[in-house]
């Protein structure tokens, strides 16, 4: 199992900035695709962004290309989330998730089997 602890998350005004983290920790970080999802209030979760265990793929859902930029150092155990031009349906609750040496599907929940617990993104208008 892989532990992971989101951090980041606060109030911003549209247009701002926030970095995302995901420290990860109990097994080696290298071998995990890492995703972030969201859940808005009163919505399903939905995927954000994830990024490939092997080549350091990106991949992005279409409401946040070009504003964000998913990210990894495997050095430090860590993903991140770098969110750009928020806007304020950007607001939800973002979740990474971990997935050991998947290279497909990345945009899909059942793929991860290693949640954070979230942090809360609130962007007001």
């Known amino acids: 199992q892989v532990q992971l602890v989101e951090s980041g998350g606060g109030l911003v005004q549209t247009g701002g900035s926030l970095r995302l983290s995901c420290a990860a920790s109990g097994r080696t970080f290298s071998n995990y695709a890492m995703g972030w999802f969201r859940r808005a209030p009163g919505k399903e979760r939905d995927f954000v962004a994830a990024i490939s265990w092997s080549t350091g793929t990106p991949y992005y859902a279409d409401s946040v290309k070009g504003r964000f930029t998913i990210s990894r150092d495997n050095a430090k155990n860590t993903v991140y989330l770098q969110m750009n031009s928020l806007k304020p349906e950007d607001t939800a609750l973002y979740y990474c998730?971990?997935?050991?040496?998947?290279?497909?599907?990345?945009?899909?929940?059942?793929?991860?089997?290693?949640w954070g617990q979230g942090t809360q993104v609130t962007v007001s208008s």
């Open positions: 998730a971990a997935a050991f040496r998947r290279a497909t599907g990345l945009a899909l929940e059942v793929s991860y089997r290693n």
